[in-house]
């Protein structure tokens, strides 16, 4: 996975990790328990099937996966991060040198806030490795943030909506299942930070 340079550093450097920490770690957002409607979404999408998470950051989606689910990042920092809380976390160096063999078949694959961190012709080249590694009828999910929240972050360097994420879906040989809005209507995505883009796709 290709690192991103912005204001914040690189995201394969230790300081983004701290800021992954810092933001996740927010007393208001642990009160408000702001990650349940993305859970209950994801679980909606995926079900009981076990999971890649690619581009995993610390760990925020990964603890909410299934059993036997494993998240990938090219930050050592976040990956390590994740294994110290008990998670299931590899390089993306140690885990793309495994056989696909030796991992039985994903049923399904998470991107999600990664698509916006790479460069306009990076999408593809980043998720097509980790193809091989997923069950014929996997899943695989895209997520991207809509305008509020690509301008939060000064790491995010191409802002991509629906149309650009069918697109990388389709350049990957996969079929577009659906696309939508999360967790309210498109039109909020102006103002509001955490409102998404989703995609579901299948081989």
Same mark, same amino acid.
């Given at each position: 996975?290709?690192?991103?340079?912005?204001?914040? $550093?690189?995201?394969?450097?230790?300081?983004?990790?701290?800021?992954?920490?810092?933001?996740? $770690?927010?007393?208001?957002?642990?009160?408000?328990?702001?990650?349940?409607?993305? =859970?209950?979404?994801?679980?909606?999408?995926?079900?009981?099937?076990?999971?890649?998470?690619? $581009? @995993?950051?610390?760990?925020?989606?990964?603890?909410?996966?299934?059993? $036997?689910?494993?998240?990938?990042?090219?930050?050592?920092?976040?990956?390590?991060? @994740? =294994? *110290?809380?008990?998670?299931?976390?590899?390089?993306?160096?140690? &885990?793309?040198?495994?056989?696909?063999? *030796?991992?039985?078949?994903?049923?399904?694959?998470?991107?999600?806030?990664?698509?916006?961190?790479?460069?306009?012709?990076? /999408?593809?080249?980043?998720?097509?490795?980790?193809?091989?590694?997923? /069950?014929?009828?996997?899943?695989?999910?895209?997520? @991207?943030?809509?305008? =509020?929240?690509? /301008?939060?972050?000064?790491?995010?360097?191409? &802002?991509?909506?629906?149309?650009?994420?069918?697109?990388?879906?389709?350049?990957?040989?996969?079929?577009? *299942?659906?696309?939508?809005?999360?967790?309210?209507?498109?039109?909020?995505?102006?103002? &509001?930070?955490?409102?998404?883009?989703?995609?579901?796709?299948?081989?």
């Amino acid at each position: 996975m290709r690192s991103v340079a912005g204001q914040d $550093g690189d995201t394969a450097s230790a300081a983004y990790t701290e800021r992954l920490t810092r933001r996740s $770690g927010a007393r208001w957002k642990q009160l408000l328990d702001v990650q349940a409607p993305y =859970r209950w979404n994801l679980r909606r999408i995926l079900g009981e099937r076990r999971t890649l998470d690619v $581009g @995993c950051g610390i760990g925020r989606n990964l603890y909410n996966l299934p059993a $036997g689910s494993l998240g990938v990042d090219h930050n050592a920092t976040s990956v390590q991060q @994740c =294994r *110290e809380a008990g998670l299931s976390a590899m390089t993306s160096d140690e &885990f793309l040198a495994q056989d696909p063999a *030796e991992h039985g078949g994903f049923g399904g694959l998470l991107a999600a806030h990664v698509v916006e961190h790479l460069p306009a012709d990076g /999408a593809v080249d980043v998720i097509a490795p980790y193809l091989p590694y997923l /069950a014929h009828d996997a899943k695989i999910v895209l997520i @991207c943030p809509q305008e =509020r929240g690509f /301008a939060s972050d000064p790491t995010h360097t191409v &802002f991509t909506d629906q149309t650009r994420l069918g697109g990388i879906a389709r350049d990957l040989g996969l079929r577009v *299942e659906k696309q939508y809005s999360f967790p309210l209507p498109r039109f909020t995505g102006k103002v &509001f930070t955490y409102n998404e883009f989703v995609t579901v796709a299948a081989r």
